[in-house]
């Protein structure tokens, strides 16, 4: 991503930074192509962008213009939702990234942005009660199984709703490139958390090899994400919200190797031919794991 002449006046949504910040994409965005999907977790990629700066202090990409608070949340809210199976299969790759962490859980555990539910009953499992989940998508809740949907509140984050000092952990997997205000949700969370307690951010790192060779090709070049981090990004994030950070790691990412297929930078046609190949040899269904440039951040609220 080589960035361009012009640069960004807004000041940036991690650090505040505003003496300016080099363009790195251009929107592009094809309002004909948008659909109930665009908005929609583990999608084909549209390889849609809002126009991003990178932040010369943080290094945190952001986009110059975001959307209005009110036009994302109905987005979000009406947004479809056909990828359960593989929102399963990132469950279990949470659950082991962060198991040195939650494998013996107490008190109440909330996560943010939890599509269909399926990493509330690993919290479940670990100890944790009661346990709840946050997701604005009305499929996604739909989609959740039945055990699990009465743990889910359909709604977007807010703090309000919950006592100050209610939870053990809060987890927000690959959702704080999503919201208006990450430092507000940052520090909301931190709020939440009782002294000693853990938030577990799973994010996009731009400057992953993959994510570097695939350039505007890259499915985190997207018309979702309002930001896209760094570790030192991410850090500082954690950081100015409260939090004494534990560490941030890469993790390996499991999935059907359907789901690989479909992220490929591929015209439509070759990619449907390639996945048909995959079907009629019953390796569709096959788990291959790929680091793929996620990052595991972990921060602590100071006992004190």
Not at 19 to 26: F, H, R, S, T, Y
């Amino acid at each position: 991503m080589i960035p361009a002449v012009a640069s960004s006046s807004q000041p940036c949504p991690i650090c505040g930074h505003d003496g300016g910040a080099p363009i790195i994409l251009e929107q592009r965005i094809d309002p004909a192509r948008l659909g109930a999907f665009s908005y929609a977790s583990r999608k084909d990629p549209e390889f849609f962008c809002l126009r991003m700066a990178a932040c010369p202090v943080c290094d945190t990409a952001f986009a110059v213009r975001p959307p209005a608070a009110a036009e994302l949340g109905r987005a979000y809210a009406a947004a479809g939702f056909d990828t359960a199976d593989e929102e399963f299969s990132a469950a279990a790759t949470y659950a082991g990234a962060t198991d040195a962490w939650l494998a013996e859980g107490h008190g109440a555990a909330l996560e943010i942005g939890c599509g269909c539910g399926a990493f509330l009953p690993h919290l479940a499992k670990r100890g944790f009660s009661p346990v709840i989940g946050i997701e604005p998508s009305q499929a996604a809740v739909e989609a959740a199984a039945a055990e699990t949907r009465p743990l889910i509140r359909r709604s977007a984050f807010s703090a309000d709703v919950f006592m100050p000092g209610t939870f053990s952990a809060i987890c927000c997997f690959q959702t704080l490139e999503h919201v208006p205000e990450p430092g507000r949700l940052v520090r909301d969370a931190c709020g939440l958390l009782h002294p000693g307690g853990l938030f577990l951010a799973v994010v996009h790192d731009r400057h992953a090899w993959i994510n570097r060779l695939l350039g505007r090709r890259s499915p985190i070049v997207d018309i979702e994400h309002l930001q896209l981090f760094t570790r030192r990004g991410i850090t500082r994030l954690l950081v100015d919200g409260g939090l004494e950070v534990e560490g941030t790691w890469p993790i390996v990412n499991t999935y059907p190797l359907r789901y690989w297929l479909r992220l490929l930078p591929l015209p439509n046609g070759a990619k449907q031919t390639l996945l048909a190949v995959v079907r009629g040899l019953s390796l569709d269904g096959l788990n291959v794991a790929m680091p793929v440039g996620n990052l595991l951040a972990v921060g602590r609220k100071p006992r004190q």
